[in-house]
């Protein structure tokens, strides 16, 4: 797996290009889904590096302050965006975040990468508009960009506690494996055979 400073190795690479979710936050980096998504990739005998570029606490403007340097350091064949939660925690407009993650979207197809783009959900708390609002921007945005979507990052275990870490926010090492599946399903498409 490649690290942000790091040089890309020959043949493709994979960016994933997130906040803490896929900076394995409090558990060991090993355990995190990316790197577990690095080893499926080896074993399922597919021609792809992992280039994790996440950073804890990121929002969709840092996301975008960076992602052009990002962009021509890795050459990305494929990027995976998990962004958009830490707007999300923070009452941030939903139409900013929107914005924000549609230039990153463009930034990437123009650099050659097929875009999987990963939405998250808010708890109930903020409110019925508030929620409603920025799950839908995900799907919105991924068919108005034509680019793959996998709605929602945790689902299927959103709602077990014992898969979450004492913050309730951050998945255990035991649910990086279910992380892994969800993001799996919706990336393989995007693969291309060795």
Do not use: C
């Not at 783009?117 to 995900?138: H, Q, S």
């Amino acid at each position: 797996m490649l690290f942000l400073g790091a040089a890309p190795a020959a043949g493709k690479t994979i960016l994933v290009y997130g906040d803490s979710l896929s900076a394995a936050y409090g558990i060991p980096r090993d355990r995190g889904w990316v790197t577990l998504l690095d080893k499926r990739l080896a074993a399922e005998g597919y021609d792809y590096s992992v280039a994790n570029a996440s950073i804890s606490g990121e929002t969709t403007s840092g996301g975008l302050a960076r992602i052009g340097k990002v962009l021509a350091r890795l050459r990305p064949s494929v990027m995976i965006l998990e962004l958009g939660a830490n707007d999300g925690l923070r009452g941030l407009p939903v139409t900013e975040m929107r914005n924000n993650l549609a230039a990153m979207i463009e930034r990437a197809k123009k650099a050659g990468a097929r875009v999987l783009l990963i939405g998250m959900r808010m708890p109930p708390n903020y409110g019925p508009d508030y929620t409603e609002a920025f799950a839908a921007a995900y799907s919105e945005l991924a068919r108005r960009e034509r680019v793959a979507l996998l709605p929602f990052l945790l689902e299927g275990f959103a709602e077990r506690e014992d898969l979450f870490q004492g913050d309730q926010m951050h998945p255990t090492a035991a649910a990086q494996p279910l992380v892994l599946e969800n993001v799996w399903k919706a990336l393989r498409p995007l693969l291309k055979p060795r």
